[in-house]
Structures are given as structure tokens and as C-alpha cells.
């Protein structure tokens, strides 16, 4: 079976530090992945997509950007927080057949930018 | 432009009736639209999918229907149990080679 994993769970930096969250799939291959984030009482906000490895595209333009450097691993990043990147991010899979599929989430990292 | 609305941010109900959210969406050609369970802190879980030429689909005591004229689609949860309670999304895929988009939610409470 496939299951979806994300870390760390919980993250509390400062603003103007780097971020890394990561994001890797088992149980299936060439799988899309979604990172998205959800901001307090508001809802699922797709960030990037990934059909394959080194491919991404980009849905809102931010100071965040990702990267795939292998086939069911998903890295989020940003070289500089700023307050409003505070959220609950998500990592997202589904099947390779285009995007026909359902999605599968991860448990989210709950990110806290201070 | 294009949008889905879930035009109940919350909704409260009594203990074994029928919850009824409603998804409208506008400027879209949906080729299927989904149903997600999200549970506080937790990451949204997949209920149901309902195609363009479905009227309705049925699990358990979850009922979608699909109304492409309309431009909506109504999540009933009959006989509601306070498990229920939870936030549910819908989720459209325009017709191509995009991902889904995801409406805002509606926050159930179902209150014994």
C-alpha cells in the first residue's frame, strides 16, 4: 500500500531564516505531487505541482519554491520567511495517469513564522 | 473568473438528521468533482467522486449529486453522528490537464 510521508511536523522559525520541508511516497512510482498550504481559516492553496523528476510548476508566484529530486521525494523551500508564510502545509499524491485521480494527502507541517 | 464556493463556512446540526453542504462553482467544465473529509490538523481524505454524466453516487450514509447545469453539487450525510463533525471540501478538475482546485470548506458540527 502507499502511504505519504511529511516532516517535521511542527516548525517554529524567524522571520528572514531558510526553510526546508520535505515530503517522500512509497508504494507507487512516478507519482504527481502537490504541495499546497493552508492558512488559518481559509482554504487549500495549491503552491506547486510535479509530474516528474525536475519538473515544476509553479501556481503562485512567493518567495517559496520547490524541488524533486527523485521520483517520490518533494522538498519545499524558501531562502527567507516572512510572516505570512505561517501555515499548515500539505503534501499531496496521486497516480501518474495525468490528473484523473484522487489526491492523498500527508499529516501536514504546521509552520509558525515569528 | 473562476470560482467554487462552499457557501457555508459552518453548519450546525442536530444528532441524526441529514446534513445537506452545497459546492457551487462558476467558469468552470468540471470532467469530475470530489468530496474530502478534513479533520482538525490532519491532511483531507478522499469520500467520494462524483463524474459529469452522474446525477448521483451513494456510500454508506454519504449521497453526492451532480448538477452540471446548475453548476452544483450537494454532500448530504444522512442519519449524522457527532464523528461526523468535521470540515468537507469539494474539489473540481477543469476539463485538460490541470490539478484540482479545492473550495474554502464547510465545517460541520453535528451536536448531540
Known amino acids: 500500500s502507499q502511504t505519504i510521508h511529511q516532516w517535521p511536523a511542527t516548525l517554529v522559525q524567524p522571520v528572514g531564516s531558510p526553510l526546508s520541508l520535505e515530503c517522500t511516497v512509497e508504494?507507487?512510482?512516478?507519482?504527481?505531487l502537490y504541495w499546497y498550504r493552508q492558512a488559518a481559516g481559509r482554504g487549500l492553496q495549491l503552491l506547486f505541482y510535479?509530474?516528474?523528476?525536475?519538473?515544476i510548476s509553479s501556481e503562485v508566484p512567493q518567495n517559496l519554491s520547490a524541488s524533486r529530486p527523485q521520483d517520490r521525494q518533494f522538498i519545499l523551500s524558501s531562502k527567507k520567511l516572512l510572516l505570512s508564510d505561517s501555515g499548515f502545509y500539505l503534501c499531496?499524491?496521486?497516480?501518474?495517469?495525468?490528473?484523473?485521480?484522487?489526491?492523498?494527502f500527508g499529516p501536514g507541517t504546521r509552520l509558525l513564522v515569528l | 473568473s473562476q470560482k467554487i464556493e462552499q457557501n457555508s463556512e459552518a453548519l450546525n446540526i442536530q444528532e441524526g438528521k441529514t446534513a445537506t453542504l452545497t459546492c457551487n462553482y462558476t467558469?468552470?467544465?468540471?470532467?469530475?468533482l470530489q468530496w474530502y473529509r478534513q479533520d482538525p490538523g490532519r491532511g483531507p481524505v478522499f469520500l467520494l467522486l462524483?463524474?459529469?454524466?452522474?446525477k448521483e453516487k451513494r456510500k454508506e450514509r454519504l449521497k453526492v449529486t451532480f448538477d452540471t447545469t446548475l453548476k452544483q453539487s450537494l454532500f448530504h450525510i444522512t442519519a449524522s453522528q457527532p464523528a461526523d463533525s468535521a470540515t468537507y471540501l469539494c474539489?473540481?478538475?477543469?476539463?485538460?490537464?490541470?490539478?484540482?482546485?479545492f473550495g474554502k470548506g464547510t465545517r460541520l458540527s453535528v451536536i448531540a
Open positions: 508504494g507507487t512510482s512516478n507519482p504527481n
Open positions: 510535479s509530474v516528474g523528476i525536475g519538473q
Open positions: 499531496a499524491w496521486s497516480p501518474a495517469s495525468g490528473f484523473q485521480e484522487t489526491q492523498y
Open positions: 474539489a473540481l478538475r477543469n476539463s485538460g490537464n490541470t490539478p484540482l482546485v
Open positions: 467558469n468552470y467544465s468540471p470532467a469530475y
Open positions: 462524483i463524474r459529469e454524466n452522474e
